[in-house]
T-cell receptor, first 114, second 111 residues
Framework: DTGVSQNPRHKITKRGQNVTFRCDPI?????LYWYRQTLGQGPEFLTY????????KSRLLSDRFSAERPKGSFSTLEIQRTEQGDSAMYLC????????????FGPGTRLTVL | GQQLNQSPQSMFIQEGEDVSMNCTSS?????WLWYKQEPGEGPVLLIA?????ELTSNGRLTAQFGITRKDSFLNISASIPSDVGIYFC???????????FGKGITLSVRP
């Protein structure tokens, strides 16, 4: 399978714990995006990388959130001191950039904070 | 901020019927994308539109990029039960790389 992959698919944690999600983009794509989706809403942009550089962060990305893409391939999204409001689907997408920049999504990680 | 408007929130059709979905914006977009999402999964790209006025088909799906660059529509012809899902429009402004999504339309198909 050469699509975007995400792990884990589901994560249940207690409030106050730290969690980390991983995204592996389509291999030739140099752009990687993180989105968050809550029930009944469309995905909302969190941040994106061009290769290893983090180029933009949304105001939704509080200080408790950090994302990395150390070698320009896979990316991790960490949430520290989770809160119940962090419960959502976290989606990763990748694209090859350029003028069309079509983004392809992974299956997502469903986070539930108890 | 930018918003995409999709309505109604839900649509119920009979198998075999055609259905049309609209997406409008107060802002201009350079790219329009249509995605379908099923429960517990990520959005799957259906059609991408890159030029104003462009009309593109993908099997039974047809989508158009509005001339004003502020709207797009998606048509599904001869619907089948597996068309059930949530259909999202998304726009890319070109000023940055983040997609702006609508709230989605939940499509139900009665056999």
């Amino acid at each position: 399978d050469t699509g975007v992959s995400q792990n884990p698919r589901h994560k249940i944690t207690k409030r106050g714990q730290n969690v980390t999600f991983r995204c592996d983009p389509i291999s030739e794509h140099n752009r990687l995006y993180w989105y968050r989706q809550t029930l009944g809403q469309g995905p909302e942009f969190l941040t994106y990388f061009q290769n290893e550089a983090q180029l933009e962060k949304s105001r939704l990305l509080s200080d408790r959130f950090s994302a990395e893409r150390p070698k320009g391939s896979f990316s991790t999204l960490e949430i520290q001191r989770t809160e119940q409001g962090d419960s959502a689907m976290y989606l990763c997408a990748s694209s090859s950039g350029g003028t069309t920049d079509t983004q392809y999504f992974g299956p997502g990680t469903r986070l539930t904070v108890l | 901020g930018q918003q995409l408007n999709q309505s109604p929130q839900s649509m119920f059709i009979q198998e075999g019927e055609d259905v049309s979905m609209n997406c409008t914006s107060s802002s201009i977009f350079n790219t329009w994308l249509w995605y379908k999402q099923e429960p517990g999964e990520g959005p799957v790209l259906l059609i991408a539109l890159y030029k104003a006025g462009e009309l593109t088909s993908n099997g039974r799906l047809t989508a158009q990029f509005g001339i004003t660059r502020k709207d797009s529509f998606l048509n599904i012809s001869a619907s089948i039960p597996s068309d059930v899902g949530i259909y999202f429009c998304a726009g890319l402004s070109g000023a940055n790389s983040k997609l702006t999504f609508g709230k989605g339309i939940t499509l139900s198909v009665r056999p």
